[in-house]
């Protein structure tokens, strides 16, 4: 009986692998956007799942009314405003203040946007109609793939697609155009980035709408496979915050590889283990870095 | 070229920059001399926007650039080589000398900035053997080369040199400054701040001496050099010395 049990749970292995990336995925989105921030001003911007459930609620809204074409844009639009909306009036107008103060007005700015999403959508979750899929009774429904044992949604090859995209993207961007070289110097060297005549303040600002626009392209993507929601901002967050400081903050690469590695432990912990404790994961792998690697895991081997 | 008029500086409260006046003019090496804390530094960073002045003008090319933001500035060919060379340490040379051109990236052509860059490695060989090596690693001589390239690659009209020979060998100082004359006989004002007062009135046209926030003293460099009192205070103590003489000199 209880051999038969665990062959069942064992089965389900590839299925919950499967969601596990898909949530992973969102996990190193958000990394990345951590890390912009972090290497442009030292600062951890906790707003960054705020990003993400501004992406996903907007698209939500949108696609009950109009096309993808239009509530992508549109809800990427809104998430890079927002961003620049914490650059604009809350970092930049207080560069004085230290970097302790500044962590935890974006705390106080996550607060604002989730209440003010609230207000104006509601506390329930607004479904999204899948990508791509077939019309089933004026409905759309996702098409699904065998794949492993497990079955794929068409709406999460999109969220793995779309990350992989944006990773690629971020790497050429950073090593490979001016703009991400002066935003790099930025971070290495200010006064000297200054004496070359980059204009760090217009690199702050475009490092925070960079850093929302990603994650509003994760929300929008991610809203048909999750639902979209006020408070879905709050673990997508801490998840996408672990992952960073288990890459090393900063380190894009790592924060990729350990957001799509927890989201699958979290995934795995849930489905086999306790379903109750999924939500602590992040926070058991964290503390456990925070006190015996401080500096981040991954850092080590991705700068070797 | 370039003309300060009683300008005045702080830092918070504390007052740097008592109503500094110079002027350099068009093809001329001038030099700022003085003790650690006198204020070089500052005249320098006023001049080129990283600190805001209190009062005072300050003209280049024949505008009025107070205020300007350094941006500004560089896009007008001021360009600062700063103390501590303030280059992009985790960055390869080629790197550095690229974001040197970044107020040109959208404006010049790519061949012109690819010219400039040829011209940076003729000067300076070194670099160009070293291209692909991060910043951080290169010698103390090489890394002045790279931050004097870098400048370099923004087309400067005009050069702010700040203590370029600080921590370089006698040799390699000789070097520097030997380019630092070439620039200029190829039509790159420069406007010098040294603490090695004997290497800077060497190659420089007239000179400043300033103490504790103020000019105190100008001339031509070879008049000052044979000044008895300058001698006394930063040419008789010998090379080694004068690197490291205290602030109350
Ligand atoms: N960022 C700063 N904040 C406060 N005081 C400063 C700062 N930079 C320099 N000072 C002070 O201003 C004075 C002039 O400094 P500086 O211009 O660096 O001199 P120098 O370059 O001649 O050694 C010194 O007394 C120094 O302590
Ligand atoms: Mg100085």
């Given amino acids: 009986m209880s051999v038969g049990l665990s062959v069942d749970l064992l089965a389900q292995v590839p299925q919950l692998v499967i969601s596990g990336f898909t949530r992973g995925c969102i996990y190193a989105i958000v990394a990345v956007g951590f890390s912009i921030i972090y290497n442009s001003t030292q600062v951890i911007n906790f707003a960054q799942g705020e990003f993400v459930m501004i992406g996903a609620v907007v698209a939500a809204v949108l696609l009950s009314k109009t096309s993808l074409l239009v509530a992508f844009p549109t809800a990427v639009a809104a998430g890079c405003l927002a961003g620049a909306v914490v650059a604009l009036f809350v970092l930049l107008p207080l560069k004085r203040a230290s970097v302790v103060s500044l962590i935890i007005i974006t705390i106080g700015t996550s607060i604002m946007f989730r209440g003010l999403a609230q207000l104006l959508w509601g506390e329930a979750a607004i479904p999204a109609p899948p990508f791509t899929g077939v019309v089933v009774q004026g409905y759309v429904e996702d098409r699904e793939f065998h794949f492993l044992g497990a079955y794929i949604r068409a709406q999460e090859l999109w969220v793995m697609g779309v990350t992989a995209l944006l990773v690629v993207g971020m790497h050429i961007f950073f090593r490979r155009t001016i703009l991400g070289q002066a935003m790099r110097a930025c971070a290495i060297n200010q006064l000297g980035a200054r004496i070359v005549g980059i204009n760090v303040r217009r690199m702050i600002m475009a490092s925070f709408v960079m850093a929302a626009g990603l994650g509003a392209v994760a929300g929008v993507v991610v809203s048909p496979v999750f639902y979209a929601k006020c408070n879905m901002g709050t673990a997508l967050g801490l998840g996408g915050f672990c992952a960073a400081v288990l890459g090393g903050l900063g380190n894009f690469a790592g924060g990729v590889a350990a957001g799509i590695i927890l989201g699958i432990v979290e995934s795995l912990t849930g489905g086999l283990l306790w379903s109750d404790y999924k939500d602590a994961v992040a926070f058991v792998i964290l503390l456990v870095i925070l006190l015996l690697r401080p500096e981040g895991v991954l850092r080590r081997r991705a700068e070797a | 070229m370039l003309k300060l008029q009683s300008v005045v500086t702080y830092y918070g409260r504390v007052l740097a920059l008592k109503g500094v006046s110079l002027h350099v003019d068009h093809g001329e090496i001038v030099a700022i001399v003085g003790p650690n804390g006198a204020g070089k530094t500052t005249v320098l960073n006023t001049i080129s926007g990283i600190v805001t002045s209190h009062s005072g003008k300050i003209v280049f090319d024949g505008v009025d650039v107070t205020g300007y933001p350094t941006e500004a500035l560089v896009e007008m060919g001021l360009v600062q080589v700063p103390e501590g060379r303030q280059l992009f340490a985790e960055m390869t040379v080629y790197e550095n000398l690229m974001l040197g051109a970044y107020r040109r990236s959208r404006a010049a052509k790519k061949s012109e900035v690819a010219v400039d ?133």
């Fill in chain 2, 117 to 249: 860059l040829e011209r940076v490695y003729s000067i300076f060989p070194i670099l160009k053997e070293r291209k692909t090596q991060l910043a951080g690693t290169l010698s103390g001589g090489e890394q002045q080369m790279l931050a004097i390239g870098r400048a370099l690659m923004s087309k400067p009209k005009m050069l702010l040199l700040d203590e370029p020979s600080m921590g370089l060998a006698p040799l390699v100082t000789k070097s520097i400054f030997k380019v630092i004359s070439d620039l200029r006989k190829e039509g790159t004002t420069v406007l010098l701040v040294e603490q090695n007062a004997k290497a800077a009135l060497a190659i420089a046209k007239r000179a400043y001496v300033m103490e504790t926030g103020r000019i105190v003293m100008e001339g031509s460099a070879s008049e000052l050099a044979r000044n008895p009192e300058i001698q006394r205070a930063y040419l008789g103590m010998g090379y080694r010395q004068i690197m490291e003489q205290p602030r109350n000199a």
